[in-house]
Nanobody, 125 residues
Framework: QVQLVESGGGLVQDGASLRLSCAAS????????MAWFRQAPGKEREFVSA????????VYADSVKGQFTISRDNAKNTMYLQMNNLKPEDTANYYC??????????????????WGQGTQVTVSS
């Protein structure tokens, strides 16, 4: 079984930066990809970004392109999300996920079979 633990969330002001981390533990960890999703109150969970574990190919939602950067450290089984110039609309619970099927499904939540508990990001105006 794989466990995913997110960290790095918090309360920040408009324009600030945060870096989220997602540490994986458990049996031998080698997913096809890892991803970040987020869910704001009253809204559906939405895709943020994904990265393939081998090769490091990245995909971003249009809403965060140029603002967020995803990366991973395979040796540490850890994925990161650097979030710059945060806005109130970025307020959400951010979840990391591991698994994935193919490049074309990187943004698809049901393609991931392991999920973390989430870390809250709140951006005040």
């Amino acid at each position: 079984q794989v466990q995913l633990v997110e960290s790095g969330g918090g309360l920040v002001q408009d324009g600030a930066s945060l870096r989220l981390s997602c540490a994986a533990s458990g049996r031998t960890f080698s997913p096809y990809a890892m991803a970040w999703f987020r869910q704001a109150p009253g809204k559906e969970r939405e895709f943020v970004s994904a990265i393939t574990w081998i090769g490091g190919m990245t995909v971003y939602a249009d809403s965060v392109k140029g603002q967020f950067t995803i990366s991973r450290d395979n040796a540490k089984n850890t994925m990161y999300l650097q979030m710059n110039n945060l806005k109130p609309e970025d307020t959400a619970n951010y979840y990391c996920a591991a698994g994935g099927w193919t490049i074309t499904t990187l943004a698809t939540a049901r393609a991931y079979n392991y999920w973390g508990q989430g870390t809250q990001v709140t951006v005040s105006s």
